[in-house]
């Protein structure tokens, strides 16, 4: 209990505000190099993680954590849980990283292996990992929450698609980190509702060229924004708008 106590301490001193008050078991694994380039691109569809405001921070989420692809962007608050493993534990540690990409299940393994189906497992970059992690361990019990997301600049929307079927890449969301629901409108149209075509890519099928877009993105923290003109009339398929507004929640 008292090496428990020790690593919430250490939670405090980092000045992060949960989310939740509960910590969840779980494990933790690492991927992608000791410099974490193995990590880029992933099943939420970010690409670059640099880029799109995520780093190396990141992990691929098992089943139970990523939801079909709602989780992608959530920020997760993670500690070594030092009581079953001390010797694999850095004490005092905690590291805070993004959901970006799905860690399946490998059925040539017994019960899926560690992502297996109803596991709650982070598979994180390797820089990540060893921030609470010893290397020589592979894999250690964890205690984790999901917490605030923090990113630098407003919410970004990228084009994609071909004539009547638009597919927006929404990245770096703070706040909550992940969308609920979404619907965008042109210059000429009323609202269209939106859907989840895969990890943080949402779709409509619409003809929408030409016209200048807003979205009405509420995000899995019930926070609704508003986002107005964010995409300029004569906008191009394959291109990236940033905008001023953030989520808190």
């Known amino acids: 209990m008292g090496n428990i106590f020790l690593q919430l301490l250490a939670v405090v001193a980092l ?5 939740r008050s509960d910590w969840l078991p779980g494990t933790a694994t690492f991927y992608g190099g000791a410099d974490g380039s193995g990590t880029m691109g992933g099943a939420c569809g970010y690409g670059n993680l640099y880029d799109q405001g995520y780093g190396i921070n990141n992990a691929a989420l098992s089943t139970p ?3 079909d692809g709602a989780s992608c962007g ?12 001390p010797d694999w534990c850095k004490l005092g540690k905690a590291i805070t990283v993004t959901g970006t990409n799905y860690c399946p299940p490998n059925y040539d393994l017994p019960y899926g292996g560690w ?6 497992h982070f598979d994180m970059s390797q820089p990540a990992w060893e921030n609470i992690g010893i290397y020589s ?3 250690i019990p964890i205690l984790y929450q999901q917490v605030k997301c923090w990113r630098y600049g407003g919410v970004r929307f990228t084009i994609n698609g071909f004539n009547y079927f638009e597919l927006v ?3 770096n969301m703070a706040g909550s980190g992940s969308i609920a629901s979404m619907s965008v409108k042109g210059s000429c149209t009323g609202w269209i509702q939106m859907t989840r075509n895969w990890g943080a890519n949402w779709q409509c099928l619409a003809g929408l060229a030409g016209q200048a877009l807003s979205f009405n993105v509420t995000s899995t923290g019930g926070q609704t924004i508003v986002f107005d003109d964010a995409v300029p009339a004569g906008w191009s398929f394959g291109q990236t708008f940033s905008t001023y507004h953030q989520f808190d929640y």
């Open 15 to 19: 000045c992060i505000a949960p989310a």
């Open 65 to 67: 954590l990523f939801n």
């Open 74 to 85: 959530q920020c997760y608050l993670i500690i070594c849980d030092y009581s079953k493993a």
């Open 169 to 171: 890449l929404v990245t």
């Open 137 to 139: 361990a592979g894999i």
């Open 115 to 120: 992502c297996n189906a109803t596991r709650p």
